[in-house]
């Protein structure tokens, strides 16, 4: 009877409520590769125009892992510098979920490499490690926004046990074959998210919008190839059921249309920002958000394809008839390219590069300079954003996040920016770091993107090398990692 009573008063106070307690990210660490190849060097040898790399799509410089690095050893790097830096115990950690598309395994996840190496450094340190057995390990995959996929379910394990932390990691290398259009955005690198109740840098909102649907905009198939022949059937097969032989091949390059992944973001972020602003009831979101935080595959793709988003808000706040009129004015409507000349019109006018530079270009400073860390590039935009506004700008404000990946689905949700954030991101030390990286040339690149070297070109400030990658049927095929001192 007396537990009868409790229960039932308990779920009356959540139901009363409704509102969970403070969870989100209490600290964040990042790891870019110390190789980087400058993309007028880039232009340069591809025959393009540097400033239609640069101005266009606002690309400066693409992060380059070296011989020995892979996903594994770049999420490993940033996940020992989180629990480094936060003395982290065993007992403390109760799950690692990993965010990738750049999977080095069918079955085996990333998530139980970083658990192996994590055991590596708790060993070096003589700490007693026993308790990882009971850590939480997985993958997510979902193109871009596996992720954030992991953060919202890691935020809902650490609402119901607030006395345990949870490990995100986002880590991929987005890598394009060599000659082709989205050469110019490729980019690496792992972020590490410390995730617990009342956190230190965001409190992340239980409201999520998401919007999802079946597409091939960008996608990484088991390429098969089929080569048909004659058979002669010796065990009474119908001969012309035969013929057919296949063979596999991996690739870990993409399959993509640039212009249907421009349009399916679009889509789905526009779906999805609706399907939270009916959850909140919402409407004025630009003028609540202090920042917006993007997916970016490149630098500037945020401003180029939120143009329709900011005219439907204007047309919300009863703005949009004397916005508009200069630019229907000088556009005649029956121009084949009304459509693309006005939204051109509307992405020049005054008031939206305000918008972007107020709102948007602080997050893309860092994607300049690294390039697209699939995954990992919406918590780069938020290290970039929080980097570079000062605290007195955005303590106590509310920044709204757009994240998206291919396949295809997006996810909009809000959070507060906590005071005292900025000691935090400091210590991240971002763009000092970017600044003291290595430059590469195009022989060093493309050896590099082949597999083709051997040694390292630059491991001074590494911990974590792969020590051997299985070519045998004795070492069955297996991937070995080691983290020195």
């Known amino acids: 009877m007396l537990f009868t009573s409790y229960l039932t008063t308990t779920f009356a106070v959540m139901n009363k409520t409704n509102v969970r307690p403070s969870v989100g990210i209490d600290d964040i660490s990042i790891y870019c590769p110390s190789l980087y190849l400058d993309i007028q060097d880039f232009a340069k040898a591809r025959d393009v125009i540097p400033a239609k790399l640069e101005n266009g799509l606002g690309l400066k410089a693409i992060a380059i892992p070296d011989s020995s690095e892979d996903v594994v050893t770049m999420a490993a790097e940033a996940l020992c510098d989180l629990v480094e830096k936060n003395n982290l115990q065993p007992k403390d950690i109760g799950r690692i979920y990993v965010g990738t598309e750049s999977m080095i395994d069918g079955s085996k996840p990333l998530a139980s490499y970083l658990l192996g190496i994590l055991k590596q450094y708790y060993d070096l340190k003589s700490i007693d490690a026993h308790e990882l057995y009971h850590c939480d390990v997985v993958d997510m995959v979902f193109a871009c926004i596996g992720a954030v996929d992991a953060m919202q379910n890691s935020l809902d394990w650490v609402t119901l046990n607030p006395d345990k932390k949870a490990i995100v990691i986002s880590t991929d290398n987005a890598k394009y074959d060599l000659h082709s259009p989205g050469e110019c955005t490729q980019g690496a690198g792992s972020i590490a998210m410390l995730l617990s109740k009342d956190p230190r840098i965001?409190?992340?909102?239980?409201?999520?919008?998401?919007?999802?649907?079946?597409?091939?905009?960008?996608?990484?198939?088991?390429?098969?190839?089929?080569?048909?022949?004659?058979?002669?059937?010796?065990?009474?097969?119908?001969?012309?059921?035969?013929?057919?032989?296949?063979?596999?091949?991996?690739?870990?390059?993409?399959?993509?249309?640039?212009?249907h992944s421009n349009v399916c973001y679009t889509n789905r972020i526009t779906e999805a920002l609706e399907n939270f602003k009916a959850k909140s009831e919402k409407a004025d979101y630009l003028d609540q958000w202090s920042q917006l935080i993007f997916h970016l595959p490149y630098a500037f793709h945020a401003r180029?394809?939120?143009?329709?988003?900011?005219?439907?808000?204007?047309?919300?706040?009863?703005?949009?008839?004397?916005?508009?009129?200069?630019f229907i004015e000088t556009i005649p409507e029956n121009d084949p390219k009304f459509a693309k000349l006005f939204y051109k019109a509307v992405s020049s006018s005054r008031d939206y590069k305000k918008f972007v530079a107020e709102k948007i270009a602080k997050g893309e400073r860092a994607s300049s300079l690294i390039g697209n860390m699939y995954t990992g590039s919406i918590f780069l935009s938020l290290i970039s954003s929080l980097s570079l506004t000062s605290e007195d700008e955005l303590a106590n404000k509310k920044i709204g996040f757009f994240a998206y990946g291919s396949g295809s689905k997006s996810k909009v949700f809000e959070a507060q920016v906590k005071p005292g954030y900025q000691k935090l991101i400091d210590r991240i030390n971002l763009f000092e770091r970017l600044e003291n990286r290595l430059p590469i040339n195009m022989d060093q690149y493309e050896y590099l993107h082949r597999n083709k070297l051997v040694v390292n070109l630059d491991s001074k400030d590494r911990k974590v090398f792969q020590t051997s990658s299985g070519w045998t049927d004795t070492n069955k095929y297996a991937r070995q990692y080691s983290l020195v001192k």
């Not at 909102?205 to 091939?216: D, I, K, P, Q, R």
């Not at 009474?236 to 870990?252: F, M, P, R, T």
Request: aromatic residues 12%.
């Open 202 to 259: 965001l409190e992340i909102g239980s409201n999520w919008g998401v919007s999802a649907y079946c597409e091939h905009d960008f996608f990484k198939p088991l390429r098969l190839r089929v080569r048909h022949h004659d058979i002669v059937s010796s065990n009474g097969i119908d001969a012309s059921k035969l013929g057919k032989e296949v063979y596999s091949e991996h690739k870990d390059t993409p399959v993509y249309d640039g212009h």
């Open 304 to 326: 180029r394809v939120f143009v329709p988003l900011f005219i439907e808000n204007l047309k919300e706040q009863g703005k949009w008839d004397e916005f508009s009129k200069p």
